[in-house]
């Protein structure tokens, strides 16, 4: 496993990696809007031990408290949508000292419909992560607002992602987050919308992001064919932006997530010690 400098080579698995697994992980909700449905934050689709999951933002995920007679919804084919149902648990940010993650436990409805443009992401893709990477070995995958490329009906939408680094210490310090519980890393350079293929330099707008998954990429050469390849984990959810002295992006630790699921679903999981 090493820290990684982009090439060519690397640059074409990575393309492949995030178009057919970690997009299709990926999950967009929508609010019904005054003229059709309007984005509203991003997800990751779960599976741990026989439950479904959605892991998003509190932030995301409250808007059925606060929007009791609503719905959102997910897109299952270019024009199917279903109703989010299930059981949502999330944290209250205010005496949560900041943590902002959620969950839905997906209805038994929702399994088969969802499962067949998305792939559940496996409790073996999901790790703890504590010693950071100072390279680029992090991608944040989402659904900005602001991208959607059809505006008649159908209408459609795009995600982007962007391959970053993990931020110093003093901007923990800075915005006052501590690196037990938070993953910050810096949004500098260009992003790349996966529809069009096309880099460009990154936007301030974030929003719709929050709730999609902070992804560590982990490149290692294979030692049959002694081509360089890329395995992925999940580490983080995405809650929130930073535009002010320094530009970045901050994440919930995903550990957090899973010691809420053995507190309230009683899942147990057997834990392996890494030496990253």
Known sequence: MTENQYTKETDDIVSDLITNRILRHTIQFFKKGEKRLEPFGSGVFAKIHNDYFIF?????????????????????????????????????????????LA?????????????KPYIPLEINQIRSHHNLF????????????KN??????????????????ASKDNRYKYFGFSKKDYIIVDMQGKGKDIKTNKKSK????????????????????????GKEEVDYRLVG?????????????????????IEALKVIEKHKFREIKIQY
């Open 103 to 115: 969950y839905i436990k997906v209805d038994q409805q929702m399994v088969e419909p969802l499962c």
């Open 202 to 225: 990154i936007d301030t707008h974030f929003y719709g992001i929050s709730g999609c998954g902070l992804w560590l990429l982990l490149f290692y050469k294979n030692p049959l064919t």
């Open 237 to 257: 959810i995405m809650t929130e932006f930073k535009n002010s002295k320094y530009f970045c992006q901050i994440a919930n630790k995903i550990q957090l997530l």
């Open 56 to 100: 998003t933002a509190s932030h995301v995920a409250d808007f059925f408290e606060k929007n009791p007679t609503e719905d959102l919804r997910i897109r299952v084919a270019e024009k199917s949508f279903i109703n989010i149902l299930g059981d949502i648990k999330y944290t209250d940010i205010g005496k949560s000292k900041g943590i902002d």
């Open 134 to 145: 100072y390279a680029m070995n992090y991608c944040v995958l989402g659904f900005p607002e």
């Open 148 to 165: 959607i490329t059809k505006d008649n009906e159908p209408f459609d939408t795009g995600a982007s992602f962007f391959l970053t680094s």
